[in-house]
């Protein structure tokens, strides 16, 4: 196995491979943990997640993950398909195009033949639609494994690392501005894990049995009052923004409007390529532009003012560097000087992790925790994500410990185990 590399208050490392209960990885802790406990006390903290946490959480349940892989999207065009799919995954730095890259190749040749050859749109549409429904019944079938494990034990492993790693994140005085989470991920995983955890997520759809999108309704947030003072109202606790960068598999596009339709989690795929036409995951054009446009473009909006701001900090997990238009923004919010990204990957996604990191040429505001004993789920929820907890303890804690003069450095950030 490639040794795992890590690079940590400006210096990089390359561990050998760590082995839970070992020295190594208690050294490894005392120098991440306190890090990232720092870092998760900036003042406008995101997350950013990516395919490789929908693996993980497969891998730990024992399922199979959704395959992205490319696959045959239009028997009559598919050459031409992969072609157009191949050329703009070089453009954006992925080399070999996937099927998100074939899906939106098949949807600029479905616009040109409205123009040169309407008489056969309705045979491609028919045969994309054909492979985006099974492509989102893979995705329920993978949700269905995973929140359904038929093994007891993995399936509490499984509650137990998702509801810890969104903790770990989400556990910030409800002083601090919220956590922010955002996901190119078509599944609804880190919802389910929303629920196990008791998190109320704001996010831009309006309603109680068919939510709609709303551009107007972001900013707001949950307030509670005091007892006996109804005039002064706190932030409520447990509360987090979250935005779905690509849509989701309850996304609907239904009469002009894009409504939230409700689809058990752990259900089985039952989705027809009829219920596929209006589905909202990107690249889906939906059949109109304007709809298409308007959820991603402002949920990228989203993200933009989230992390490029001041004292601003992203992580990101399972994210491959492969969305340009994602790069761009890092690469912005990184050009000041009081922001950080840390990088958290089981790879180093095709060497596209370091491409970035050289490109960007800010060395000092990034930090990158790179290999599978590094980043593996179980591995990070347990030893380097500091623990859930209220800033206050943390800062009684450590003027007690000060006071008593016997603080350890891994004392004031570790918690109690």
């Known amino acids: 196995m490639a040794k795992n590399t890590y690079r940590v208050e400006n ?8 082995d839970e209960g ?10 991440i943990e306190p890090w990232l406990s720092a870092i998760f006390q900036a003042e406008h903290l995101n997350l950013l997640v990516g395919s490789g946490f929908s693996m993980g959480l497969a891998n730990l349940a024992g ?10 999207i239009s028997a009559t065009y598919n050459e031409q398909v992969n072609e157009h799919a191949d050329i703009a995954a070089k453009k954006m730095g992925r080399g070999k195009g996937n099927i998100e890259d074939q899906f939106r190749s098949a949807f600029a040749l479905l616009a040109g033949l409205e123009v040169l050859d309407p008489s056969s749109v309705g045979a491609l549409e028919k045969e994309i639609n054909n492979s985006l429904s ?12 995973i929140v359904g494990c038929e093994d007891p034990i993995r399936r509490l492993q499984v509650q137990r690392v998702l509801g810890s790693f969104l903790l770990s994140f989400s556990s910030r005085n409800a002083t601090r501005d919220r956590l922010h989470v955002f996901t190119t991920n078509y599944d609804r995983l880190i919802e389910y894990g929303f629920d196990l955890i008791g998190a109320r997520s704001i996010d831009r759809f309006v309603g109680a ?3 709609r999108f709303r551009a107007s309704r972001f900013d707001v947030d949950i307030h509670y009052s005091q007892p006996g003072n109804r005039f002064e109202a706190r932030p409520l606790e447990g509360v987090v923004r979250f935005s779905k960068l690509h849509g989701s598999l309850d996304w609907w596009a239904e009469n002009n409007e894009i409504v939230r339709r409700f689809i058990p989690v ?5 989705m027809s390529p009829e219920d596929s036409r209006n589905l909202m995951v990107f690249p889906n054009a939906a059949k109109d532009i304007e709809t298409a446009f308007y959820p991603y473009a402002e949920m990228v909006r989203d993200f933009s003012a989230a992390i490029c701001r001041p004292n601003a900090a992203l992580v990101t997990y399972g994210y491959g560097f492969g969305d340009d238009h994602l ?12 922001t950080h990204l840390v990088i958290i990957s089981f790879n180093d996604a095709d060497g596209r992790i370091p491409e970035f990191i050289e490109r960007c040429g800010r060395i000092s505001q990034i930090t990158k925790l790179i290999g599978p004993d590094l980043a593996g789920l179980t591995n990070l929820v347990d030893f380097f994500l500091p623990k859930p907890s209220i800033d206050l303890i943390f800062e ?10 016997k603080i350890e450095p891994e004392q004031v950030t570790g918690g109690t185990e």
């Open 11 to 18: 210096v990089e490392y390359e561990a050998d491979d760590l």
């Open 209 to 211: 049995l068919e939510p």
């Open 327 to 338: 790069n761009r923004i890092l690469r912005d919010m990184l050009s000041l000087p009081s």
């Open 266 to 270: 752990g259900g089985r795929g039952n």
């Open 396 to 405: 009684r804690q450590t003027k007690l410990l000060e006071g008593r003069k």
């Open 134 to 145: 099974k492509l989102a019944n893979e995705i329920i079938e993978m949700e269905s494994s």
């Open 63 to 72: 399922a199979k993950s959704a395959s992205m892989e490319r696959a045959v």
């Open 22 to 31: 070992s020295a190594t990885i208690d050294a490894h802790r005392k120098r």
